[in-house]
């Protein structure tokens, strides 16, 4: 699939109704200062599209920014779509307004990492650069 070469590519994504983008904008940047290839994908953007988004850029990862409270349904769903097109190489992680009770059952659906809140922007770089590899 992907190159094993170059920077990480990760595609950073707001689904659903959310019209707050300034953490995913904060994240984008953060990982961008890092070195990572980012696709930042804007507002309003539906599952399919990200997944879409995703596999035309050769991602190696994507990122949700959801404070909704439409999480579940949204990580689920991405999650879906990533394994009926033959992508689950893509790793999924996420962050915004998501109940601690909320993380277990999301990590158990395949997301591969949640960031709540207090999250520095310094430790998810670090998490991406530790745990997602180029697609080869």
């Given at each position: 699939m992907g190159a094993t070469t170059g920077p990480i590519r990760v595609v950073v994504a707001k689904p659903g109704l959310d019209g707050h983008d300034r953490g995913a904008k904060v994240i984008?940047?953060?990982?961008?200062d890092a070195g990572m290839e980012v696709i930042y994908t804007g507002l309003h953007q539906t599952p399919e599209q990200i997944?879409?988004?995703?596999?035309?850029?050769d991602a190696d990862a994507i990122g949700l920014s959801i404070l909704s409270g439409a999480h579940m349904t949204l990580f689920a769903?991405?999650?879906?779509?990533?394994?009926?097109?033959?992508?689950?190489?893509?790793?999924?992680?996420?962050g915004g307004i998501i109940p601690e009770?909320?993380?277990?059952?999301?990590?158990?659906?395949?997301?591969a990492e949640i960031f709540t809140p207090g999250a520095t922007t310094g430790a998810i770089v670090e998490w991406v650069n530790g745990n997602v590899a180029h697609a080869v």
């Open positions: 984008a940047r953060a990982l961008r997944v879409d988004t995703a596999i035309q850029e769903k991405v999650i879906e779509l990533l394994r009926e097109r033959d992508a689950e190489d893509i790793k999924v992680f996420g009770e909320d993380i277990p059952p999301l990590k158990s659906l395949g997301v």
